[in-house]
């Protein structure tokens, strides 16, 4: 198993330019979700997904969009980067069964600068 | 909405010293789990804790939930260099969602 893949691990934007974070796990998952991390801070939710169809915003979902077509894949959309986005981006994946959540993934995450 | 401290922020501890990291959460939680992120990598799952007063070891790792389910703490005994890194709590008080605590970065020195 390769886990969750992240691709690109660095990027480098300017302000108003679009891009797609991909992330991808090979575990059969239902859950996904994408997290954002700033200096010396925690992770905040953006975006999440319970199942293929199935999206919903997190804490901080201004600016993302997400769709989730298959079970393997979530990638994230910067609409319109702005410098506020420089972050270090981190998908997760993990299993949801009968109410209960079991170990959550990350993969090794994105790290985006935006000028 | 949902928050989600964790105290202290940083820690400087020197080998073989003990390690304690607190989390408080605004709302009661149905489950906490705690990550390791080392610097430059991303975050490690340590172990969930679902139950009122729940304790579970791991090795020298202590993970308490308390009996409110509004706060947990992480125990190391007798750090080593290998323990660096910052601990994360988060924590789950409604559907699917994880609200992650600030971090406690730990520094353990030789």
């Known amino acids: 198993n390769a886990g969750v893949t992240q691709t690109p691990k660095f990027q480098v934007l300017k302000t108003g330019q679009s891009m797609t974070l991909q992330c991808a796990q090979d575990m059969n998952h239902e859950y996904m979700s994408w997290y954002r991390q700033d200096p010396g801070m925690g992770l905040r939710l953006i975006h999440y997904s319970v199942g293929a169809g199935i999206t919903d915003q997190g804490e901080v979902p201004n600016g993302y969009n997400v769709s989730r077509s298959t079970t393997e894949d979530f990638p994230l959309r910067l609409l319109s980067a702005a410098p506020s986005q420089t972050s270090v981006y981190f998908c997760?994946?993990?299993?949801?069964?009968?109410?209960?959540?079991?170990?959550?993934?990350f993969g090794p995450g994105t790290r985006l600068t935006v000028l | 909405g949902q928050q989600v401290m964790q105290i202290p922020q940083y820690q400087h501890v020197q080998e073989g010293e003990d390690f304690t990291t607190y989390c408080n959460s605004s709302?009661?939680?149905?489950?906490i789990q705690w990550y390791k992120q080392r610097p430059g990598g991303h975050p490690v799952f340590l172990i969930q804790?679902?139950?009122?007063?729940e304790v579970k070891k791991q090795k020298r790792l202590t993970f308490q939930f308390g009996e409110a389910k509004k706060n947990s703490s992480l125990h190391i005994t007798a750090t080593q260099t290998t323990d660096v890194g910052t601990y994360f709590c988060?924590?789950?008080?409604?559907?699917?969602?994880?609200?992650f605590g600030t971090g406690t970065r730990l520094k353990v020195l030789a």
């Open positions: 709302t009661t939680l149905s489950n």
């Open positions: 997760a994946s993990r299993r949801e069964a009968g109410g209960q959540s079991y170990l959550q993934y």
């Open positions: 988060a924590g789950r008080s409604g559907t699917y969602k994880y609200i």
């Open positions: 804790l679902v139950k009122s007063g």
